[in-house]
């Protein structure tokens, strides 16, 4: 049986994974990544769907990506990775005769020129929206892409705005997305530009805080664009894996990790399937998903049992089917403003969205689901010959329906809808394929049910309480394991944070004053778990 021995292994090569791996290996740390698929990457990956035709399998836009600070300091274009942009960044189409849709353009004067010809005081709303974004965005993406809890970017936002202001943006925040359009906007246009953006995070349309989503995305898409690498996904999943390499990480694919050992109560080596053992002087970071961690890679006795209990109450995010087209023209969209869109969100208006998201929460497979669909070789003419596209969209079932069957029934009423919106769409497919729940899972095991948020976005899962109460952090129960997933603060998106976060908590905890912050870990952890019940099953 082979032994090696490293100062970090990190399980999983997804894009956390791989950041993790380049920041401890830039500290100087001999790493080790094991990866269990036979590429990196994880759920940023692309493919030939036909001949000529590159399709993402997962992922596909990058404004997280484009915004996130720990993926600018990696300077992923030194390794090859290139940007594209679409001409317009989104669009939203209300209906399916042919109204204009709401259209963001990179272009703020351009975003509020479109919005205005749906009512005339929706142009300055929006620009009055953008320039409450100059003041607050760097300040709110720092208090995001922080350890919890943060302090820099709260306080930041104090100084800059006030704490009566501070009050007034924390109750917007915490606006519904349909509560904060109507407070924002005239039109139902430039509602949808939130409403359309909020249905990326799985929070429902009326619950709290789902604007709060619809707002960043808008607001990142206003500024950074959605753009897209050059070439496919699979090419910011090989940038990620050059620069860890080139900082002196060992990559290893097809080794899936079955165990981590844990004695003296700190996690000491890691063993893969293929009897691979890893022999662990500092840390392990882990890429994968929280109960996988907790229940298939650790041994029960190991954990509180309180926290076995609370991994019961963890809730995933709603199953995705997915559809990929290689068709021989561009999408036939009835409304004209649609077609220079990368990101397109169709099917549904306001009130449709609502009836969507009640059929999602009510354990109904939607009659007309919500699309949202890639334009890629809008966005990227490399992806298709010359006049074609490669195009995909996805929409949700509800949480417990992810068999097959329901996956194929939402996946042609998926191809009913952009008929509906685009006449003539069914005409022009060369190649189609589905990408069902089970599907998606196969080939990403973080991927639980179909689920792409490594847990749901919802407030009684975010922060403090991602993934559980009281582990809000990367640091876990156990001495020198470290969860670095979308499982983890800050949660799903292709922005790197939960990786590095996890790498700087396992560095601080071999600094300077490594062996104070780990006696105070300790004590809070064991305060957190103090009178623990019995297991729940």
Known sequence: MPTLTADAVVIGGGHHGLVAAAVLAD????????????????????????????????????????????LRALELERHGLRWSHAPSVLAHPPRP???????????????????????????????????????????VLRTLFTAFPPVRGPVQLLRRIGSAEALRLARFLALPVGRMGEELFASEAARLLLAGNAVHADAPSDATV??????????????????????GSGELAVALARRATAA???????????????????????????????????AVV??????????????????????????????????????????????????????????????ADAR???????????????ASPFLLVGQMSTADPSR????????????????GVAHDEAAEELAERIDAVLEEFAPGFGARVLARSVQRPRDLQAADPNLVHGAVNGGTAQLFQQLVFRPVPGLGRSETVVGGLYLGSASAHPGGGVHGVCGWL???????????FGALRRRLTSAALELLYRDSPPTRT
Request: hydrophobic share 45%; with cysteine.
């Open 27 to 70: 500290a100087g740390w001999d790493v080790c990544v094991l990866e269990s698929a036979d590429v990196v990457g994880g759920a940023i990956r692309s493919a030939q769907l036909h001949p000529g035709f590159t399709a993402d399998l997962f992922s596909a836009f990058y404004p997280l990506s484009a915004a996130s600070p720990v």
């Open 97 to 139: 005769d042919g109204a204009p849709a709401a259209v963001l353009h990179r272009d703020r004067e351009r975003t509020a020129a479109g919005l205005a010809q749906h009512d005339p005081r929706d142009g300055e709303a929006w620009l009055r929206l953008c320039s409450q974004w100059d003041a607050v965005g760097d300040a």
């Open 210 to 231: 789902s604007g709060v989503f619809g707002w960043l995305l808008a607001m990142l898409g206003q500024q950074y664009g959605f753009p897209a690498p050059v070439g």
């Open 248 to 282: 002196g990480a060992d990559l290893r694919t097809g080794e899936h990790v079955e165990r981590i050992e844990v004695s003296g109560g700190r996690a000491v080596a890691v063993h893969t399937a293929t009897g691979l053992s890893v022999r662990v002087r500092r």
């Open 286 to 347: 882990a890429d994968v998903a929280a109960p996988t961690l907790y229940r298939d890679l650790l041994l029960p006795e190991v954990l509180p049992p309180r926290l076995h209990a609370d991994l019961v109450r963890f809730v995933w995010d709603t199953p995705v089917v997915k559809v990929n087209w290689a068709l021989d023209g561009r999408i036939p969209w009835r409304a004209p403003d649609v077609a220079g869109a990368g990101t397109v969100h169709v099917g």
């Open 352 to 366: 449709g969205l609502v009836r969507w998201s009640g059929d999602i929460e009510s354990g109904t497979v939607p």
């Open 384 to 399: 298709s010959p010359d006049g074609t596209e490669s195009a995909w969209a996805y929409t949700h079932l509800p949480r």
């Open 502 to 512: 996890a790498a700087r908590a396992a560095l601080a905890d071999h600094g300077s």
